[in-house]
């Protein structure tokens, strides 16, 4: 008996409508922390361990509603070419959308909500931007996203406001990002986790349940999902 994505878990006859709360908080937070570690894992496909940014973010992830891959034609290419790529995307056709318009093909982006805020970032060049509710002309779960300042483009604010901030040397420190985060958007960090230390070789390792073929549902679920009240 198959389950499948937990982040269709508001669809009709979805089986995640059947597991608690707490369960099901457990598992997206497996799902987008499992999307960043993969953009940050296709971003070493190039040679750049970018550590410092993906312990950043890690931080944010118990907070996160949703969040999406933005892949250019790089790491399109990429994905539908390896076998293990292929089997980790393989969730309900809607694993990520193609980034289009951007004049490095290398470029991908990572979106996600958080609050009542959307963050877009860049995985080369491009920063980061940070939209509130009602500011951005796009959706997280449109099929095709854009890389331009344009209407609808992921870097639509950039011609009223610019970007919130870039990844220059520093911008983690207390009295950048995390400010601005904190003070114009009301955004803080959820926990200090361990930092990642990268290796370049190392194998792509995601739970079964991202690979759209899941075994019922992981075993963490399961042990809370007896005791929910149906």
Same mark, same amino acid.
């Given at each position: 008996?198959?389950?499948?994505? $937990?982040?269709?878990?508001? /669809?009709?006859?979805?089986?995640?409508?059947?597991? =608690?709360?707490?369960?099901?908080?457990?598992?997206?937070?497996?799902?987008?922390?499992?999307?960043?570690?993969?953009?940050?894992?296709?971003?070493?496909?190039?040679?750049?361990?970018?550590?410092?940014?993906?312990?950043?973010?890690?931080?944010?992830? $118990?907070?996160? %509603? =949703?969040?999406?891959?933005?892949?250019?034609?790089?790491? @399109?290419? /990429?994905?539908?070419?390896?076998?293990?790529? %292929?089997?980790?995307?393989?969730?309900?056709?809607?694993? #990520? !959308? @193609?980034?289009?318009?951007?004049?490095?093909?290398?470029?991908?982006?990572?979106?996600?909500?958080?609050?009542?805020?959307?963050?877009?970032?860049? =995985?080369?060049?491009?920063?980061? &931007?940070? #939209?509130?509710?009602?500011?951005? @002309?796009?959706?997280?779960?449109? %099929? #095709?996203?854009? =890389?331009?300042? !344009?209407? %609808?483009?992921?870097? *639509?604010?950039?011609?009223?406001?610019?970007?919130?901030?870039?990844?220059? $040397?520093?911008?983690?420190?207390?009295?950048?990002?995390?400010?601005?985060?904190?003070? *114009? &958007?009301?955004?803080?960090? !959820?926990?200090?986790?361990?930092?990642?230390? !990268?290796? /370049?070789?190392?194998?792509?390792?995601?739970?079964? #349940?991202?690979?759209?073929? &899941?075994?019922?549902?992981?075993?963490?679920?399961?042990?809370?999902?007896?005791?929910?009240?149906?």
């Amino acid at each position: 008996d198959l389950w499948a994505s $937990p982040e269709g878990h508001d /669809l009709a006859g979805s089986k995640w409508k059947l597991v =608690s709360k707490p369960a099901l908080a457990m598992v997206l937070n497996w799902v987008h922390e499992t999307n960043l570690r993969l953009f940050f894992k296709l971003l070493k496909e190039r040679g750049v361990a970018d550590d410092e940014r993906l312990n950043f973010w890690l931080k944010f992830i $118990p907070q996160v %509603k =949703s969040s999406r891959l933005a892949l250019g034609p790089t790491s @399109q290419r /990429l994905v539908e070419s390896r076998a293990d790529y %292929k089997k980790v995307f393989k969730r309900d056709g809607h694993a #990520y !959308s @193609q980034l289009r318009e951007d004049q490095n093909p290398g470029n991908d982006a990572f979106l996600m909500t958080i609050g009542n805020c959307l963050i877009v970032d860049f =995985s080369i060049g491009g920063g980061c &931007y940070v #939209y509130k509710h009602g500011e951005n @002309q796009f959706n997280i779960t449109d %099929k #095709y996203h854009y =890389s331009s300042t !344009s209407r %609808k483009g992921l870097k *639509e604010k950039y011609r009223t406001e610019g970007m919130d901030f870039a990844h220059t $040397p520093g911008w983690t420190d207390a009295h950048r990002a995390p400010l601005k985060l904190r003070k *114009e &958007y009301g955004i803080t960090p !959820s926990s200090v986790r361990a930092p990642v230390v !990268s290796n /370049l070789n190392q194998s792509i390792n995601v739970r079964d #349940y991202f690979t759209g073929g &899941y075994s019922p549902a992981p075993e963490e679920v399961k042990s809370i999902a007896k005791d929910t009240e149906l």
